[in-house]
């Protein structure tokens, strides 16, 4: 088990510039923090399925948006090379707060987010029987779950899937992290995707070399949510703390629970 938590630093794996938030919120906890980019955000090989896409964008029913990242690039492609009023009669659908705090921020409230913050809960929770409908679902190009499509494909629907945006693994380790684990000073590593914990794996193992797996046998691993946590039990064998809601504040919110319950 994971030892008690003296100093709890927290290794955040994250997408190169993307943590400031999640960051924030652990160290307005009091937690240490150490920063491991474990994803890197760039466009997709191709914008040509997306240029099409959204050269149609009027025809479609819903815009479904299941990442922040999504609705960044879409945004900025939809500026570049169509027309943001083709939007005017199209609903949108978001997967989690920060997707939609993402899109409120260019303009625009949901028309739909789900509960649960999970595509499996945009799926059972739709606002609208979906046989019939239209819809565009701009997403990474690869690594994504297949389910939504599947499903709602199933239901009925005709689903629109088009790359917009990648996310891939950097080319080297942060050697500040890795000096870290190799001192053994880290409590916990976080995950909020099963992209970043494949990632991870691979970067330990090209700083810390085969034996990478016997660093982290006393750091407690936190996951955002099943998803997540299945890649987890997958790749690290364990996890330690999962969030109860499927966010970033859920996910701080577990941490602090758990960091405080060794500390009684």
């Known amino acids: 088990m994971p030892r008690s938590l003296t100093r709890k630093t927290v290794l955040v794996t994250r ?23 474990a994803l890197e955000i760039r466009p997709p090989s191709s914008w040509e399925p997306l240029d099409e896409a959204i050269a149609q964008l ?8 299941t990442s922040a990242n999504a609705v960044l690039y879409f945004w900025e492609r939809l500026e570049q090379v169509g027309n943001p009023a083709d939007l ?26 789900p509960p649960n913050f999970v595509a499996d809960s945009l799926i059972a929770d739709f606002p609208e029987p979906v046989a019939g409908l239209k819809l565009l679902f701009p997403r990474v190009e690869t690594g994504g779950r297949a389910v939504l499509v599947k499903d709602m494909t199933a239901a009925g629907a ?16 942060d050697h500040y992290a890795i ?36 660093y982290l046998e006393e750091v407690a691993i ?23 809601e499927y966010t970033l504040d859920g996910l701080t919110q577990a941490i602090t629970q758990w960091a405080s319950a060794l500390s009684d």
């Not at 009027?58 to 479904?64: P, Q, T």
């Not at 005017?88 to 987010?113: C, E, I, S």
Request: net charge negative; glycine share 6%.
């Open 88 to 113: 005017a009669a199209v609903k949108l659908a978001v997967v989690g707060k920060k997707t939609a705090r993402v899109l409120k921020q260019q303009g625009h409230t949901p028309d739909f987010v």
């Open 179 to 214: 000096a870290a684990l190799k001192a053994r000073t880290v409590n916990v590593v976080t995950f909020a995707s099963a992209k970043t914990v494949h990632h991870f794996c691979q970067l330990l193992h090209q700083g810390l070399g085969e034996a990478w797996a016997t």
């Open 15 to 37: 997408s190169a510039g993307q943590s400031s938030l999640f960051t924030d919120l652990l160290l307005d906890k009091g937690f240490l923090i150490i920063e491991m980019p």
């Open 222 to 244: 936190a996951s955002i949510g099943p998803q997540t946590s299945a890649a987890c039990y997958e790749l690290l064998g364990r996890v330690d703390i999962e969030a109860q």
């Open 58 to 65: 009027a025809e479609y029913d819903w815009l479904v948006l």
């Open 158 to 173: 005709t689903v629109t899937e088009v790359p917009a945006y990648e996310s891939g693994c950097p080319a080297d380790p």
